[in-house]
């Protein structure tokens, strides 16, 4: 309560919260297509290589204007997305190989060049490592425009090229064939990723910046099949992430806010993991349960029908452990037979020797026949 | 526009990937109306064949004609069903969708589809018997489901033209029969269809005209013509006896390659 209050006066708070929602609902949307496309990797190599760009932006200009530095971070992200490419088409580098190449080379540059910058720039340089873990508490209102209206004309030019990129996701050869320039859609495509990335490492940083763009995608993944609720939910896992990050952070002393946000991503993707209906482990691990249950007593009611048949008595009697004997023991008979007995379609007589009912033999022939099973 | 001009005409098509010639002075001609396979071994350039009609791949020579005309001029007549592999299936998206895709082209940009196009896509899925599975997740399709859904996508660019990749490529017996039922339905629709395909066997069954690929082509005409051992057997190497049952239709005593007339 008292951090909802503080959320409401709190201008600092504020802002970093409305900031980091705004990242993470761009992140999101637009991560979404990364990670379809399986291209979680460039977004990290996209961000990584925004710290040269950086650097290079204030050492031309001297300025700590966060759009100056944003410009120089897109500069060096497109620099390095077309380097990715290019040696990809000309050489025989494969495109994983390209990109870890790229991430560590403009990394490096990165560093050295903000070591340059603090050794030779005066007083008024410091700060700039602050883009590596992101520096929330720095955000003003200004920012968060900017944030917004960026983020808000990828987002528009994704809506309106939607069936494009879909396309472009699923099935680049056939769109290809209809003569879209898919080409031209990836190189968009790509620019507005470069954005949605772009835009966070301010509050979160190069270093953890990639997760805000596969975290958010791969969670929502497991709770839709349908490419607009995925990027829907995409960008409300990233917005509620990112603002609880926020206010993670500030409610307790010493909680950097970026990785707190990267954390409370974290969380999501687990929770999304384990508990999503259909793709998630635990549902799956419940179905299969229920599956190889129900599987146990189909066998255990043909195996009984089995039995009968050889006795040319439909009411002959066995007793479980023959059963048991028959499933070389592999356990679970007795359970099978107690629910067998609960949809009456078998019945218990003198203890331990179970046959089948009326409606158990018709079941049972039933399954042999679809079964193409011949007992006789 | 020639009118009686042929579906497809190739002349000296040769395409390269790093000095490496994938398909070598390629020479074709497709009589409009006519079923043809296209067979050849594992790395013989079908696929890169039918792509480079498409323009989906950069010759390095030749010269593709589609009714007389250039691929750009004529692209609305084709239409393309690329190998099943191609895709990732467990993309979020349901049959109808994928199916919406064929549409996409004349649609033109920033339009989404809408009902009309819908009732197209739901026809098409239909004709391949797959309209109950229209809101299905498509990775809860089997493979000859998945194989439908694309040639639905293909029907509903109501193309003359249409390039199969593979369409057989690991199906049911359901499937191919319901395949094989469509590519004569749209012979009689006067439409031309070339497929990839890799059962020989079928191949006079299933086909009008063949051609026989190994990165050069080495025969092309109608089956009965040019689908002997002989042509077989430079394509494939020598050990093509056991890829053909002997008792399918009398081999024709034609030894030499048969060039196009």
Redesign the interface.
């Given at each position: 309560m008292e951090l909802l209050h503080d959320l409401l006066t709190n201008y600092t708070l504020r802002t970093v919260a409305l900031g980091a929602a705004t990242l993470g609902i761009v992140g999101g949307g637009l991560g979404s297509y990364a990670v379809?496309r399986?291209q979680s990797l460039l977004g990290d190599a996209i961000s990584h290589a925004a710290l040269p760009g950086i650097a290079l932006a204030f050492l031309l200009t001297g300025s700590k204007d966060p759009a100056v530095l944003m410009l120089g971070a897109a500069g060096a992200g497109v620099v390095a997305t077309l380097a990715i490419l290019g040696v990809t088409e000309t050489t025989r580098v494969k495109y994983d190989s390209a990109l870890a190449l790229m991430l560590s080379v403009f990394f490096g540059l990165g560093l050295v060049l903000l070591t340059y910058i603090q050794r030779h720039a005066g007083a008024s340089q410091a700060g700039l490592d602050a883009f590596l873990f992101g520096q929330a508490a720095a955000l003003v209102e200004r920012d968060v425009i900017i944030m917004a209206l960026l983020g808000g004309i990828a987002l528009l030019a994704m809506v309106?090229?939607?069936?494009?990129f879909?396309?472009l996701?699923?099935?680049r050869?056939?769109?290809?064939?209809?003569?879209?320039p898919m080409r031209a859609l990836d190189i968009v495509l790509t620019t507005l990723l470069v954005i949605a990335i772009v835009i966070g490492l301010q509050t979160v940083g190069v270093v953890l910046m990639s997760a805000v763009i596969i975290a958010p995608a791969a969670a929502a993944?497991q709770w839709?099949?349908?490419?607009g609720?995925?990027v829907g939910l995409a960008a409300l896992f990233g917005a509620l992430s990112g603002a609880g990050g926020a206010m993670v952070s500030a409610s307790m002393a010493n909680m950097p806010t970026g990785p707190t946000i990267v954390l409370c991503m974290g969380a999501v993707v687990t929770f999304s993991l384990l508990g999503a209906p259909n793709r998630g482990l635990l549902w799956q691990w419940w179905r299969d349960r229920r599956n190889a249950r129900r599987l146990r007593r189909e066998t255990v009611l043909v195996d009984l029908y089995a039995l009968a048949l050889k006795h040319g008595d439909m009411q002959y009697a066995h007793d479980e452990s023959a059963l048991d004997a028959m499933l070389a023991w592999s356990g679970g008979v007795h359970v099978a037979l107690e629910r067998l007995e609960d949809d009456g379609l078998v019945t218990r007589t003198n203890g331990h020797r179970w046959r089948l009912t009326d409606a158990g033999v018709q079941q049972a022939q039933a399954l042999a026949d679809d079964l193409h099973l011949s007992l006789r | 526009m020639d009118s009686n001009a042929p579906a497809l005409t190739v002349r000296d098509l040769t395409v390269a990937y790093r000095d490496e010639p994938v398909l070598w002075d390629i020479d074709l001609t497709v009589p409009a109306g006519i079923l043809m396979g296209i067979v050849g071994p594992n790395g013989a350039g079908k696929t890169t064949f039918i792509q480079t009609i498409l323009g989906l791949v950069d010759a390095a020579a030749g010269d593709v004609r589609i009714f007389g005309a250039s691929y750009e001029e004529q692209r609305y007549r084709v239409g393309y069903v690329p190998q099943r592999g191609s895709v990732d299936w467990d993309f979020p998206t349901n049959a109808l969708d994928v199916v919406l895709m064929g549409l996409y082209g004349q649609l033109g940009w920033f339009r989404r589809p809408g009902a009309t196009e819908r009732e197209a896509a739901r026809a098409a899925l239909d004709k391949v018997g797959m309209a109950e599975y229209a809101d299905r997740q498509i990775s809860q399709l089997s493979g000859g489901q998945q194989q439908r859904v694309f040639l639905a996508r293909a029907l509903v660019q109501d193309a003359d033209l249409y390039f199969m990749d593979e369409p057989f490529q690991g199906v049911d017996a359901t499937t191919e029969r319901a395949i094989i039922d469509l590519l004569r339905e749209l012979r009689e629709r006067g439409c031309t269809v070339v497929v990839v395909h890799h059962d020989l066997q079928t191949v006079p069954e299933y086909f009008d005209h063949v051609m026989l690929l190994n990165v050069r082509r080495i025969a092309s005409g109608p089956v009965e013509e040019v689908f002997t051992d002989e042509n077989l057997r430079l394509t494939y190497g020598g050990r093509v006896g056991f890829l053909r049952r002997r008792q399918d239709a009398p081999v024709p005593p034609d030894p030499v390659p048969h060039n196009e007339s």
């Open positions: 379809l399986g309106l090229c939607w069936k494009e879909k396309l996701a699923f099935d050869t056939f769109g290809a064939s209809l003569g879209l993944r839709t099949d349908r490419l609720w995925m | -």
